[in-house]
């Protein structure tokens, strides 16, 4: 299975804040690798996909990118409402592999 | 207006087998690059993918849980039945079902989960 090593675990910010959250495959992945945004008590919901893609209805100041074998999410000016766990996950191969999650406090 | 919905029972005792229907809206498994996947998180745990059918029957599971699991489709009814055995209070957990697309291989829809807790 391809392992996806996520960091950090946890981040405190503040509102207008620029955070980076780095994802890392135990393999090649190509670009295939999604964020997911999951709120207490509610469904993951779809930010990234394929690497850089914003997915329909999610604001512009989210980005991925890639760089060698690190995946990054970044959030430019952080909003309250930007306070939740995030997880990027692996879709180049099955089984499916997410990262252990980041809960982002602001 | 894609809608996933989860059905089964809410709690199972130990040994049991768990049977989970997803009901899908909005599109149909019978068209190609149509996918579903059961995605799994234990409660404050990360999320864990179980299974995966296509649109072509192909099936895919867990690598750890793939002796417990089946997946299956009717289309005919619109649904996905996933089926573990022998369960056990470590699988407690919020079971989701998802659309997954070929196209750039992605989880677009979610259902809202439905919370399962293995208990005597």
């Known amino acids: 299975d391809i392992q996806m090593t996520q960091s950090p675990s946890s981040l405190s910010a503040s509102v207008g804040d620029r955070v980076t959250i780095t994802c890392r495959a135990s393999?090649?992945?190509?670009?295939?690798l999604s964020w997911y945004q999951q709120k207490p008590g509610k469904a993951p919901n779809l930010l990234i996909y394929?690497?850089?893609h914003l997915q329909s209805g999610v604001p512009s100041r989210f980005t991925g990118s890639e760089s060698g074998a690190d995946f990054t999410l970044t959030i430019s000016s952080l909003q309250p409402e930007d306070s939740a766990t995030y997880y990027c996950?692996?879709?180049?191969?099955?089984?499916?592999?997410f990262g252990q999650g980041t809960k982002l406090e602001i | 207006q894609v809608t996933l919905t989860e059905s089964g029972p809410a709690l199972v005792k130990p040994t049991q087998t768990l049977t989970l229907t997803c009901t899908l809206s909005g599109f149909s498994l019978s068209s190609y690059g149509m996918r579903v996947s059961w995605i799994r998180q234990p409660p404050g745990k990360a999320l864990e993918w179980l299974a995966r059918i296509d649109w072509d029957d192909d099936k895919y599971y867990s690598t750890s849980l793939k002796t417990r699991l089946n997946i299956s489709k009717d289309t005919s009814k619109n649904q996905v039945v996933l089926t573990m055995t022998n369960m056990d209070p470590v699988d407690t957990a919020t079971y989701f079902c998802?659309?997954?697309?070929?196209?750039?291989?992605?989880?677009?829809?979610w259902g809202q989960g439905k919370v399962v807790t293995v208990s005597s």
């Open positions: 393999q090649s992945i190509s670009r295939f």
């Open positions: 998802t659309r997954d697309l070929l196209r750039y291989s992605i989880i677009d829809y």
């Open positions: 394929a690497t850089s």
């Open positions: 996950q692996q879709s180049y191969s099955t089984p499916y592999t």
